[in-house]
């Protein structure tokens, strides 16, 4: 059981290193909002969930924090994507379509 | 031979977070910053409670819960004075 603990907590903890990375190394803000949202969602639940099943008295509590994360953590995203949108950020230069465009223009 | 384990997945979530406040120091704009500021705050509920577990501390979950509650509201904030700027 604890094993399996320690398994799931060095997923965890490998893809929150991978999304901090993507954070620091990709071009553009959304390309950034993207590694950011979902690396380290899906790293912080496997990280909670590992330390609740080592510590059995404790899965309760960690299954509430970890389905808090699951639920805001991409309202937040979008919230900031939404407005970096509004407020003109550009896209970076290498980007292939930009369907948003054609979307304001009908409105 | 677990807490060393544990020892180190602390200091990889450490070194994470270090790499994300590269990105909010010398980040070109302000939506840059916000995003860099998501990640880390998102990062820190994790590093709590990984640190609950080494120090072995209850308390600690629930200062995590309170963390997240608090980073939540406060990017929201953050959103909304981006988009309309009151």
């Not at chain 1, 590992?50 to 919230?79: D, M, Q, Y």
């Not at chain 2, 060393?4 to 010398?26: A, C, H, N, P, Q």
């Amino acid at each position: 059981m604890e094993l399996i603990g320690i398994i799931i907590t060095g997923i965890g903890v490998l893809f929150l290193v991978l999304g901090n990375f993507g954070i620091l190394r990709l071009p553009d803000v959304y390309n950034r909002i993207q590694a950011g949202t979902k690396c380290t969602t899906f790293g912080t639940f496997f990280t909670i969930i590992g330390i609740g099943i080592i510590r059995p008295e404790w899965f309760w509590k960690c299954l509430l924090i970890a389905v808090f994360v699951l639920a805001t953590n991409p309202i937040s995203s979008h919230a900031i994507a939404r407005a970096s949108k509004k407020c003109g950020v550009p896209l970076c230069d290498r980007s292939v379509v930009d369907q948003s465009a054609e979307f304001e223009k009908e409105e | 031979m677990n807490e060393m384990i544990f020892i180190v997945f602390t200091g990889l979530v450490v070194g994470g977070i270090l790499l994300s406040l590269i990105r909010m120091l010398i980040g070109p704009t302000a939506s840059d910053r916000a995003v860099a500021v998501d990640t880390i705050t998102t990062t820190t509920v994790a590093l709590l409670v990984l640190l609950a577990f080494i120090f072995k501390r209850y308390v600690y979950i629930d200062v995590s819960l309170v963390y997240a509650l608090l980073a939540f509201v406060g990017l929201c904030a953050i959103a909304r004075y981006m988009e309309r700027g009151f």
